[in-house]
């Protein structure tokens, strides 16, 4: 097969920039075994709950940098602690894989973050815990099935309150209406 030298330099671009766009946010995981409630699934069958969730907020947080941080700017984000929404309640024959939504527990993530531009410059930083006592009652674009849309919500609102209303970033809501 050949390609032309025109595809060749697009191809070549194309992959250049996406590989230069994802490095704009790096996410790591402090001691995730000993996270509050992180596991997606509690069944010992699904060994992989707690990976499917780091790797989705890991990826959704790339998503937003991506997408909302200008090309000059460095996201670094530690999460420390994840306390997933609602609870699995054990004794529910046919459903003790299924999470129960209760007012009372709510999602919420403790981070540490630092935002700087490409010459190392600090424009930002902090450590927050984002909580969403209200997440049963705010209308979100992320549906069922994700089972993240609370987190996934949630990180919008963060993203949005801390990084994208800086200069040069553009605006980001998950909500309707915000």
Not at 132 to 161: C, G, I, T
């Amino acid at each position: 097969m050949r390609i032309s030298g025109y595809m060749l330099g697009f191809m070549l671009t194309f992959f250049g920039v996406a590989a230069a766009a994802e490095a704009s946010v790096q996410v790591s995981f402090t001691a995730p075994e000993h996270y509050t409630d992180a596991e997606m699934r509690r069944s010992a069958a699904e060994p992989t709950g707690l990976k499917t969730t780091l790797t989705g907020i890991e990826s959704h947080l790339k998503a937003l940098g991506e997408r909302y941080l200008p090309a000059d700017q460095v996201l670094k984000i530690e999460v420390l602690d994840i306390d997933l929404a609602g609870r699995y309640e054990p004794g529910r024959p046919f459903a003790y894989d299924v999470r129960v939504m209760r007012e009372t527990e709510w999602p919420r993530i403790k981070l540490r973050y630092t935002l700087q531009n490409k010459a190392g410059t600090v424009l930002a930083q902090g450590e927050e815990t984002l909580r969403d006592q209200n997440y049963l009652h705010h209308v979100s674009n992320y549906r069922a099935p994700d089972d993240l849309r609370y987190e996934k919500a949630m990180l919008d609102d963060w993203f949005q309150a801390r990084l994208a209303s800086r200069p040069g970033a553009q605006s980001v809501s998950s909500r309707p209406g915000n």
